[in-house]
């Protein structure tokens, strides 16, 4: 059974940082590259980047690219998503999930319960 807990969302001001965990379960994380979403109630879930299953590679979105850096430690299945000069429209559930391949948006519909970001202005 594969399971997902993020955690460390948290209240932030604009232009700080906060850093986000996920652990995965059950499934075999060091072969499987790894994304982070974010949603807004009433938007669909929002594409943040993804990491190679290496911890080599990375990619992001556009509204991310510059301010946010994924990096992960296979030796504890976990994937950590590295949030700076955070904005107001930052403000989201995030969610890690199980790319389908390295470079997608894709996932495998794993979803955890997500950790709320809240960034003021």
């Known amino acids: 059974q594969v399971q997902l807990v993020e955690s460390g969302g948290g209240l932030a001001q604009a232009g700080g940082s906060l850093s986000l965990s996920c652990v995965v379960s059950?499934?075999?994380?060091?072969?499987?590259?790894m994304g982070w979403f974010r949603q807004v109630p009433g938007k669909e879930r929002e594409f943040v980047g993804g990491?190679?299953?290496?911890?080599?590679?990375?990619y992001y979105g556009e509204p991310v690219k510059g301010r946010f850096t994924i990096s992960r430690d296979n030796a504890k299945n976990t994937v950590y998503l590295h949030m700076n000069t955070l904005k107001p429209e930052d403000t989201a559930v995030y969610y890690c999930?199980?790319?389908?391949?390295?470079?997608?948006?894709?996932?495998?519909?794993?979803w955890g319960q997500g950790t709320q970001v809240t960034v003021s202005s």
């Open positions: 990491i190679s299953a290496d911890g080599i590679s990375t």
């Open positions: 059950g499934h075999t994380f060091s072969s499987s590259s």
């Open positions: 999930s199980i790319l389908r391949f390295y470079g997608t948006k894709s996932t495998f519909n794993y």
